[in-house]
């Protein structure tokens, strides 16, 4: 049977107002009764109604997080300092993966809004859903345009396809490919791209820009590239392994960049050069954006961008 207020009130011995009143960290209670309350809630395993709280106007201390998918080393590690820094500000995360999918990410997008979620972090990659210009709640994006009024937290994708390129001009490659996302419109993958591509440009380095086709690849860049800038982490890994299969060594006969640089990939394969973004600060600097705009829901907030760092 669901435990309900009264009963939390009678386990601590308290009234029921005094139980409403550490639930809402409302007025003066002296530190034994918060504790006793909080006590009979465990017991109990008694849950507040944070959509009961919503219509009372107060916050529901839930905050939805939405991203591409949790497949990625990157992604599954910015959703768990998300929700680690979260819970010790004393939220609780609604998290959904939108797998890509427009039809899928306006669904969740549509029970966040239904649960009353105090706010929103967006990391989409569904570049035209019309709700997130209609969404009443606060929202912060990571990474990218998602509406005029929806401040961005990146780090420095442009800088980043910098230091690729510097990565591979440091060790003499002789013919470069650019691995080009098919997803590159007001993506991050177009930053980091278009950092690499004026590099190699100041440069005057011809390179060759591909969008990574698994057939054709691994008939053909083993015999033609030594150098290639990869737009993630897990690309580059398996352009490696194709490198690898034809009896070519990383760092020797080819050279290759990652991008993210997520502790996963860094331990299960430390031999990879890769652009590494700075997920607990990024983590930060979402949580505290989208605070902001809790506080003050009318006030516009301005985007962020971190640096990047190169790991080799």
Do not use: C
């Not at 905050?63 to 992604?75: D, E, H, K, S």
């Not at 993506?187 to 590099?199: E, H, I, M, W």
């Not at 398996?238 to 996963?264: C, H, K, P």
């Not at 331990?267 to 050069?273: D, E, I, N, S, T």
């Amino acid at each position: 049977m669901v435990a309900k207020l009264k009963d939390v009130a009678k386990l601590a011995g308290v009234s029921v107002t005094t139980v409403s009143r550490v639930i809402n960290n409302y007025g003066s209670l002296s530190e034994k009764t918060i504790n006793k309350v909080h006590a009979a809630m465990r017991e109990l395993n008694y849950q507040p109604n944070a959509l009961a709280r919503a219509m009372q106007g107060k916050p529901s201390k839930f905050i939805g997080l939405i991203f591409p998918n949790l497949t990625n080393p990157f992604f599954a590690e910015l959703v768990n300092e998300l929700e680690r820094q979260l819970f010790k500000q004393g939220y609780k995360a609604i998290i959904a993966s939108s797998a890509e999918n427009p039809e899928i990410e306006h669904e969740y997008l549509s029970m966040l809004m239904a649960n009353q979620v105090d706010g929103i972090i967006s990391g989409s990659h569904n570049l035209d859903i019309q709700e997130y210009h209609q969404v009443a709640a606060p929202i912060v994006s990571f990474d990218r345009y998602l509406a005029d009024n929806v401040p961005i937290v990146a780090s420095d994708s442009y800088r980043g396809g910098q230091l690729a390129v510097d990565y591979l001009l440091q060790h003499a490659v002789r013919h470069i490919a650019v691995i080009v996302d098919e997803d590159t419109f007001a993506s991050p993958t177009l930053n980091r791209l278009q950092g690499a591509v004026d590099r190699l440009t100041a440069e005057h380095r011809s390179f060759d820009p591909l969008a990574l086709d698994r057939i054709e690849f691994t008939t053909t860049f083993p015999g033609i590239y030594d150098g290639v800038v990869a737009s993630n982490d897990i690309q580059a890994l398996e352009i490696a392994a194709v490198y690898r299969a034809n009896g070519l060594r990383m760092g020797r006969d080819f050279f290759i960049t990652g991008y993210d640089g997520s502790q996963l990939v860094q331990k299960v394969a430390p031999q990879l050069p890769t652009v590494v973004q700075p997920i607990p600060e990024l983590a930060t600097a979402l949580i505290k954006t989208l605070l902001q705009r809790v506080a003050q829901p009318t006030v516009q907030v301005a985007s962020t961008t971190l640096p990047v760092t190169f790991r080799q």
